[in-house]
């Protein structure tokens, strides 16, 4: 990843420096909207969408997408990717806090909410990194029970609109 460069995308794309930028500020950009497109896809975004659907649905898409995850597990964990991933997930975290309860969340859920978030991650990139597939109704199940109680009773109340994962 840090050797690759926005020339060496828009030759293997064929389209020119100046297209690529009219899309991505530059390649992190990039990586954050191909994340945020997986994400999305995930969730199906025609359809409300449970805590389990968007767990299941995003552990889904990244076994869909290992290639690409599995490249990015073998970036540090302090890598601009890393921060990516865990910062979206983050964000979408948030806003599905923020329509259960009206308002942005304190600062002591926030703060489970970010090591949640990071420690869901590093586990989904450790396995991604072993050459397993990751088992999706395991994790799902597990990344549910792992959630702190305080953030899972909100969250696990009903559905979500598809719009909250909009400009995630």
């Known amino acids: 990843y840090t050797e690759i460069t926005v020339s060496m995308i828009t030759k293997e ?3 020119a420096r100046q297209g690529f930028y009219k899309f991505f500020h530059d390649k992190e950009d ?3 909207k191909m994340f945020i497109f997986f994400v999305h896809r ?9 805590l389990r659907e968007f767990i299941h649905n995003d552990l889904y898409e990244i076994n869909s997408h290992s290639t690409f995850f599995y490249k990015m597990s073998l970036e540090s964990y302090n890598s601009e990717l890393f921060h990516i991933m865990s910062q979206n997930v983050y964000e979408i975290y948030t806003k599905m806090l923020e329509y259960r309860l009206g308002h942005k969340p ?3 859920m926030d703060c489970l909410l970010q090591a949640y978030c990071t420690g869901g991650i590093i586990q989904t990139l450790r396995v991604l990194s072993s050459g397993k597939e ?7 199940t597990l990344f549910i029970d792992m959630m702190p109680e305080k953030i899972r009773i909100i969250l696990d109340e ?3 609109p598809y719009q909250i994962l909009e400009n995630s």
């Open 13 to 15: 794309t064929g389209i």
């Open 30 to 32: 990039l990586i954050r």
């Open 42 to 50: 995930a969730s199906y975004l025609d359809h409300e969408f449970t």
């Open 106 to 108: 304190d600062q002591d």
């Open 134 to 140: 990751i088992d999706v109704e395991h994790y799902t």
């Open 158 to 160: 009903g559905s979500y």
